[in-house]
């Protein structure tokens, strides 16, 4: 077994562009809503994206665009925020969460849970663009969001709870520009579901010596030496749900040609996986960034 230096598995680096170039005030709240790792914003946002470019047929429109680009990158920045407020007697136990703000003693809980409520009144500001229906939808992801934290106290799953919340501008999209949520769109949103489940457990792999110490759960405690196999499972479903939910969408034999790319992207993910090297395992959590680009090309390919 490959043993890395504490250093290597830290997700905050000291004299990194926030110590750089932000006043001392700024920083942990910068990091608190992970601007200094924005991974977590484009797996939001390029489903959000194919979601909207499938509804509309095409480029949806700029004001669409801005508001769902908003929209999935101050939720995702919120659920952060809770999420280090729940775990943060965890946090500074685990090698890779050790520095951030609130396990490190930079910010108290009072400033995060106050930060918190801008960062919600923003989000809830952004409804006002929407139509009544696409706002019903939304108030649906906020026990998600919330929920999402404690999960892994209690569940092996905490991934599965975390795509529904990550992927719900999908549902979101669809609702606000056709007024409807089709059948084809549920199971792409499922799809998505079955990605996060995927690629959230090869991150899990990062953790799992620290969360089977601090007696915490996740799918990569659940599958153990059997982790390739269980990303293989749920990746497979990830192309299955996507291909046969742009087939019920109507998405041209160019979407197919997107899907057998994806497909094969996600074979050389499983291929290189090592349940050993979290930091191999790490560099193959942000492969996914790619996975997400791919998804949102195949859609717009698709409506050609």
């Known amino acids: 077994m490959t043993t890395l230096s504490r250093p290597d598995l830290t997700d905050i680096h000291k004299g990194d562009w926030v110590d750089r170039r932000l006043p001392p005030l700024w920083r942990p709240y910068i990091r608190l809503a992970r601007l200094?790792?924005?991974?977590?914003?484009?797996?939001?946002?390029?489903?959000?994206?194919?979601?909207?470019?499938?509804?509309?047929?095409?480029?949806?429109?700029?004001?669409?665009?801005?508001?769902?680009?908003?929209?999935?990158f101050v939720m995702r920045s919120a659920g952060s925020t809770i999420n280090d407020i729940a775990d943060r007697n965890f946090d500074?136990?685990?090698?890779?969460?050790?520095?951030?703000?609130?396990?490190?003693?930079?910010?108290?809980?009072?400033?995060?849970?106050?930060?918190?409520?801008?960062?919600?009144?923003?989000?809830?500001s952004l409804l006002l663009f929407l139509t009544p229906y696409t706002r019903l939808i939304a108030i649906g992801v906020v026990?998600?969001?919330?929920?999402?934290?404690?999960?892994?106290?209690?569940?092996?799953?905490?991934?599965?709870?975390?795509?529904?919340?990550?992927n719900w501008g999908m549902l979101m999209a669809w609702a606000e520009i056709t007024g409807h949520v089709p059948a084809g769109a549920v199971?792409?949103?499922?799809?998505?579901?079955?990605?996060?489940?995927?690629?959230?457990?090869?991150?899990?792999?990062?953790?799992?010596?620290?969360?089977?110490?601090?007696?915490?759960?996740?799918?990569?405690?659940?599958?153990?030496?059997?982790?390739?196999?269980?990303?293989g499972l749920f990746y497979a479903l990830t192309v299955l749900a996507w291909a046969l939910g742009g087939a019920m969408l109507g998405?041209?034999?160019?979407?197919?040609?997107?899907?057998?790319?994806?497909?094969?992207?996600?074979?050389?993910?499983?291929?290189?996986?090592?349940?050993?090297?979290?930091?191999?395992n790490y560099r193959l959590f942000l492969a996914n960034i790619l996975t997400g680009g791919f998804l949102a090309g195949a859609a717009l390919m698709g409506t050609w």
């Not at 090698?95 to 703000?101: A, D, G, I, N, Q």
């Not at 929920?147 to 975390?162: D, E, G, I, N, S």
Request: charged share 15%.
């Open 36 to 72: 200094d790792r924005p991974v977590g914003i484009w797996l939001t946002l390029f489903p959000c994206w194919a979601a909207l470019i499938q509804a509309a047929q095409g480029i949806p429109d700029i004001r669409h665009l801005v508001v769902f680009t908003l929209g999935a």
């Open 92 to 124: 500074g136990h685990v090698e890779r969460t050790r520095f951030r703000p609130l396990a490190s003693g930079q910010i108290g809980v009072t400033q995060a849970i106050v930060f918190l409520a801008l960062q919600l009144a923003l989000a809830a």
């Open 143 to 166: 026990p998600l969001v919330f929920l999402y934290p404690f999960c892994k106290r209690f569940t092996h799953w905490p991934q599965a709870v975390l795509g529904a919340a990550f």
């Open 187 to 231: 199971l792409i949103w499922a799809g998505a579901i079955a990605w996060q489940i995927g690629y959230d457990t090869i991150y899990a792999y990062v953790d799992l010596r620290d969360d089977r110490s601090l007696g915490l759960k996740s799918t990569a405690v659940l599958f153990g030496s059997r982790g390739k196999a269980g990303i």
């Open 251 to 280: 998405m041209s034999s160019l979407y197919a040609i997107g899907m057998m790319v994806i497909a094969a992207h996600l074979a050389w993910q499983i291929w290189q996986v090592n349940l050993e090297r979290p930091d191999v």
